[in-house]
């Protein structure tokens, strides 16, 4: 009997580290769950050194960058930069803004979960992704059918508040007018009179303006009609064209 223990703690010990390491092994996530995350790390360190350490405070809006899969906004081949403080090209001559520059541009519409929202240039679908975690509802027009289609594909499984449109944004979307606030995610020269005009009384306009190389962004505010316009920062966005690709 004593010496059938012994054999038997002799083998134990021999297969204990094998044990050990089946164990380990059943106890690691599938590679999936690993990716999501290293995603969701990826996302906490983007907020934390990109978005609130440049001064960025609105909860909501925190919580939002935090929340939303940005790596799924961007081609394959570039995941491993999604969370990296740079904007990155989708195709088509268009890019994927800066993460600090979609906070900062929701932020300056102080988003609240009643707005219905317009956003011109819907890109990858990102700040409509954003947008539609904080505001009722967003309507978001592309020029590109490319970038609306796969952009509309993608948010329509996440958000069912977002609606997508094909067309040339300087004229907005005015059958769902009036909004609560527009956000133009293209520069054009000067401010569409249709968007000045879609947007309701007391609401806010985001919006880059200029020539390549000398663009800034500005709020605008509609007050009796009229607009009260505050400079940000200076910008440098991809310009606002037309079906024919002539820059407003």
Not at 146 to 172: E, F, Q
């Amino acid at each position: 009997m004593h010496a059938l223990c012994l054999s038997c703690v002799k083998l134990r010990r021999r297969i204990a580290p094998f044990i050990f390491a089946v164990l380990f092994f059943l106890a690691l996530p599938p590679a999936g769950a690993q990716t999501e995350q290293a995603y969701a790390s990826a996302r906490e360190r983007m907020v934390a050194g990109q978005i609130e350490a440049r001064g960025i405070k609105h909860p909501s809006v925190l919580r939002a960058m935090l929340k939303v899969p940005r790596h799924q906004f961007v081609p394959d081949g570039l995941r491993a930069l999604a969370y990296e403080d740079t904007a990155l090209p989708i195709g088509e001559g268009q890019t994927i803004s800066q993460p600090y520059m979609v906070a900062l541009m929701t932020e300056l519409i102080n988003p609240r979960p009643d707005m219905k929202v317009l956003e011109i240039g819907t890109g990858s679908g990102y700040q409509a992704a954003i947008l539609a975690e904080l505001c009722r509802s967003v309507y978001t027009v592309e020029i590109v059918e490319v970038l609306a289609k796969r952009a509309g594909r993608l948010l329509s499984r996440l958000y069912p508040n977002v609606h997508v449109r094909i067309g040339d944004g300087y004229g907005g979307w005015p059958e769902a007018a009036p909004f609560d606030a527009v956000l133009v995610t293209c520069a054009p020269t000067s401010v569409p009179r249709p968007l000045i005009e879609q947007l309701r009384e007391g609401g806010k306009m985001v919006i880059p303006v200029g020539a390549p190389g000398n663009q800034k962004l500005y709020v605008l505010t509609k007050k009796k009609g009229r607009l009260q316009q505050q400079a940000v920062i200076d910008v440098l966005f991809v310009p606002m064209l037309n079906s024919k690709g002539i820059r407003y």
